[in-house]
């Protein structure tokens, strides 16, 4: 069933189907931690129906944005959302796999909330062809979203990923392999006294590593917008 929906509290609206999947926590903390300047243009790749080109909108609307969603049925969605926000000028939806993808102009900033989950012998996949291709490797792996990002980031260009924990040690050794310089490392926990779920990490195009690593509590957040904002 296709709904509009508020954007958390961004004041835009995103078109969701709860029979498909809905954006979530691990988009909007992916969004917060992006350092953005004027006139920038940021590839977010998996983009499903836009939450994080839609909420970098809010915080600096001189920026030009491109979204990649291999699904034709979020594509539609994401459009709906542009329409309703008045924002066709502004985001371009490409539906396309983004291993395949290889723009000639290069990207100041390249995002990606990709499926989670590898497949093999015993993983358990969702019947829903939506919600499988969103969570599960079947279209795309983790080192073909690195590599893509790597081919279509500019020198000197900033990648942020977010994936869950179980994976951080493979995604380190991806970003290493393909020379990409490891900046800030963010664990993201949603209960106290509990193991991180997820994490964030921020890696720069052929810089060397200049490691910080923290973390976040959001049961302890008041509010997602401006979580990562410098006091």
Sequence with gaps: MIECNDLFDYGLKIYQNKEYFKFSLDSILLAEIVKIKKGMHILDMCTGNLPVPLILYTKENDLKFTGVEIQPEICDLAHKTLMINNLEDKIQIINQN????????KFDV???????????????????IIKKIARHEVTVTLEEIIETAKKNLKENGTFYLVQRVNRFLETIELLNKYKFGIRDVCFVYTKKNKQAEFFLIEASNYKKSDLKVYSINVSECKT???IFKEE
């Design 98 to 105: 983004v291993k395949d993808i290889n723009f000639f102009e």
């Design 110 to 128: 390249i995002t990606c909330n990709p499926p989670y989950f590898k497949v093999n012998d015993t993983s358990l996949l969702n019947d829903n």
């Design 224 to 226: 997602y917008k401006d």
